[in-house]
């Protein structure tokens, strides 16, 4: 049964869930959610189990209406709310009823926003998952005006039993991002110098990774030689460092292999924070402790 049909789907909206795992072998990576635990939250709210499909969208701008009674939650990045033209809270039960129209405003901080509804969007799954990977072209496609979704059945789902989640509020400013170097650290001239002053996202920046540039006089990471590194495999969170000496951190879409050293990972607690990072926002790395 059809439960919401969307009027605008904002700058980009997509369905996804935690991805999909275990399929390295045939060159697909995991995809899924880029700020997962935005998406886990919003899930909970609901009643659903954390890996449940929903939707994540830029900077917010999604509208839909509901064709039928639904649970919503939106979490993320912080962008107004209103059903019906009416305000609502970040991170809060929403109760739609038939007609009424839920509408995200323009995030003031973050940038990926994500609606679940209760039951999980229901869209056929590909290798076991229903995320859109934008660079393999895995999934459902992205989310357009008119667009109609289901969901899945909710007999098994708990009833919600808050109404609202305390949640901090999104950091606009400085961003702190722990990291453990190598496995190719050895590849610079001084690998320390990730840790020495601040970065500053790039406007090249999507779900595959995150474009960073020194700010201010930061020793730049040099590589020892101009030797060719043999392809190897990349996980979540890599900072693979370009001819040039600017590090891409990757992302939920990244390529599973690649050529270029890896200086040091972003630890996994810390990559939703790099999915909200803006263009023009700074963050430092620090050492991990292990």
Same mark, same amino acid.
């Given at each position: 049964?059809?439960?919401? %049909?969307?009027?605008?789907?904002?700058?980009?909206?997509?369905?996804?869930?935690?991805?999909?795992?275990? =399929?390295?072998?045939?060159?697909?990576?995991?995809?899924?959610?880029?700020?997962?635990?935005?998406?886990?939250?919003?899930? %909970?709210?609901?009643?659903?189990?954390?890996?449940?499909?929903?939707?994540?969208?830029?900077?917010?701008?999604?509208?839909?209406?509901?064709?039928?009674?639904?649970? /919503?939650?939106?979490?993320?990045?912080?962008?107004?709310?209103?059903?019906?033209?009416?305000?609502?809270?970040?991170?809060?039960?929403?109760?739609?009823?038939?007609?009424?129209?839920?509408?995200?405003?323009?995030?003031?901080?973050?940038?990926?926003?994500?609606?679940?509804?209760?039951?999980?969007?229901?869209?056929?799954?590909?290798?076991?998952? %229903?995320?859109?990977?934008? /660079?393999?072209?895995?999934?459902?496609e992205p989310l357009t005006e008119g667009?109609?979704?289901?969901?899945?059945?909710?007999?098994?789902?708990? =009833?919600?039993?808050?109404?609202?989640?305390?949640?901090?509020?999104?950091?606009?400013?400085?961003?702190?991002?722990?990291?453990?170097?190598?496995?190719?650290?050895?590849?610079?001239?001084?690998?320390?110098?990730?840790?020495?002053?601040?970065?500053?996202?790039?406007?090249?920046?999507?779900?595959?990774?995150?474009?960073?540039?020194?700010?201010?006089?930061?020793?730049? +990471?040099?590589?020892?030689?101009?030797?060719?590194?043999?392809?190897?495999?990349?996980?979540?969170?890599?900072?693979?460092?370009?001819?040039?000496?600017?590090?891409?951190?990757? +992302?939920?879409?990244?390529?599973?292999?690649?050529?270029?050293?890896?200086?040091?990972?972003?630890?996994?607690?810390?990559?939703?924070?790099?999915?909200?990072?803006?263009?023009?926002?700074?963050?430092?790395?620090?050492?991990?402790?292990?």
């Amino acid at each position: 049964m059809t439960v919401v %049909r969307i009027l605008d789907a904002g700058l980009l909206s997509t369905i996804q869930d935690l991805g999909r795992p275990g =399929w390295f072998s045939i060159g697909v990576g995991v995809s899924g959610a880029a700020d997962r635990g935005s998406l886990k939250l919003a899930n %909970r709210l609901v009643g659903n189990p954390e890996h449940a499909a929903g939707i994540e969208t830029l900077l917010g701008g999604l509208e839909l209406v509901a064709e039928a009674p639904v649970l /919503l939650a939106v979490t993320g990045a912080d962008a107004p709310i209103t059903v019906d033209g009416v305000a609502q809270a970040r991170a809060s039960v929403l109760a739609l009823r038939t007609g009424q129209r839920l509408k995200l405003g323009m995030a003031t901080a973050g940038l990926r926003v994500y609606v679940a509804v209760r039951g999980g969007i229901a869209v056929d799954p590909v290798l076991g998952s %229903r995320s859109r990977d934008t /660079l393999a072209g895995l999934g459902p496609e992205p989310l357009t005006e008119g667009a109609r979704l289901s969901v899945g059945p909710t007999e098994n789902c708990p =009833w919600p039993n808050v109404e609202v989640a305390p949640v901090p509020p999104i950091d606009s400013g400085l961003v702190t991002v722990r990291v453990l170097l190598g496995p190719r650290d050895d590849w610079f001239t001084d690998p320390q110098s990730l840790f020495t002053g601040r970065w500053q996202m790039t406007d090249r920046a999507d779900r595959v990774g995150v474009r960073l540039a020194r700010v201010g006089d930061g020793a730049p +990471l040099t590589r020892i030689n101009d030797k060719e590194l043999p392809t190897e495999g990349v996980p979540l969170g890599a900072i693979q460092v370009q001819p040039s000496g600017e590090p891409v951190v990757f +992302l939920a879409d990244h390529p599973i292999t690649g050529g270029y050293p890896v200086v040091g990972t972003v630890v996994t607690a810390d990559v939703d924070l790099l999915a909200q990072l803006r263009p023009g926002q700074q963050l430092r790395f620090r050492p991990a402790t292990t």
